[in-house]
T-cell receptor, first 115, second 112 residues
Framework: NAGVMQNPRHLVRRRGQEARLRCSPMKGHSHVYWYRQLPEEGLKFMVYLQKENIIDESGMPKERFSAEFPKEGPSILRIQQVVRGDSAAYFC?????????????FGEGSWLTVV | AQTVTQSQPEMSVQEAETVTLSCTYDTSENNYYLFWYKQPPSRQMILVIRQEAYKQQNATENRFSVNFQKAAKSFSLKISDSQLGDTAMYFCAFLRDDKIIFGKGTRLHILP
């Protein structure tokens, strides 16, 4: 049973370009979470999605950031018109449901560098 | 608001010693989960241990154990017989419903 898969692991973008980060949850998991980790900081919640639905996006910046989790395919975190401050590690996590007792498993992260 | 506080930004201990990492949290909920995650230099997030709030018994995983004090809202991690491979950032985390809230982490160095 493969773990949470994220790609690309490393992405370099120039200011103003778009970044797309992909996350395939663990098999059997229908809930996906995105977290951002700035250098020397902890992980900050961004968004929580179920298949085809955004459940909680309270941690998402109001502009330039969007996320989706289509019926088929991976979840995608999209950052438009990237700026240097978007440089960070973006972690995806998944769980089978939100019931208490379900551990959330993390992927290995995607490192975005904006130059 | 639910918050998680780790008061020790950085710690160093000699190999084979025991070390305790502190964590306190703030919540008005009664039923929740607590976790410790390890982030080694590879930056991968690795689950170390978890504790259900309704269980009074402290969780244990090999050399890792917790001291869960629900009334005090304290959730410390004890690492026994520390090894060089334990060198990492350690994050305390709180789970309620759909969201994990992380502390800012404690950087642990195991010295040879």
């Amino acid at each position: 049973n493969a773990g949470v898969m994220q790609n690309p692991r490393h992405l370099v973008r120039r200011r103003g370009q778009e970044a797309r980060l992909r996350c395939s949850p663990m098999k059997g998991h229908s809930h996906v979470y995105w977290y951002r980790q700035l250098p020397e900081e902890g992980l900050k919640f961004m968004v929580y999605l179920q298949k085809e639905n955004i459940i909680d996006e309270s941690g998402m910046p109001k502009e330039r950031f969007s996320a989706e989790f289509p019926k088929e395919g991976p979840s995608i975190l999209r950052i438009q018109q990237v700026v240097r401050g978007d440089s960070a590690a973006y972690f995806c996590a998944s769980s089978p449901s939100t019931g208490l007792g379900n551990t959330i498993y993390f992927g290995e992260g995607s490192w975005l560098t904006v130059v | 608001a639910q918050t998680v506080t780790q008061s020790q930004p950085e710690m160093s201990v000699q190999e084979a010693e025991t070390v305790t990492l502190s964590c306190t949290y703030d919540t008005s909920e009664n039923n929740y989960y607590l976790f410790w995650y390890k982030q080694p230099p590879s930056r991968q997030m690795i689950l170390v241990i978890r504790q259900e709030a309704y269980k009074q018994q402290n969780a244990t995983e090999n050399r890792f154990s917790v001291n869960f004090q629900k009334a005090a809202k304290s959730f410390s991690l004890k690492i026994s017989d520390s090894q060089l491979g334990d060198t990492a950032m350690y994050f305390c985390a709180f789970l309620r419903d759909d969201k994990i809230i992380f502390g800012k982490g404690t950087r642990l160095h195991i010295l040879p």
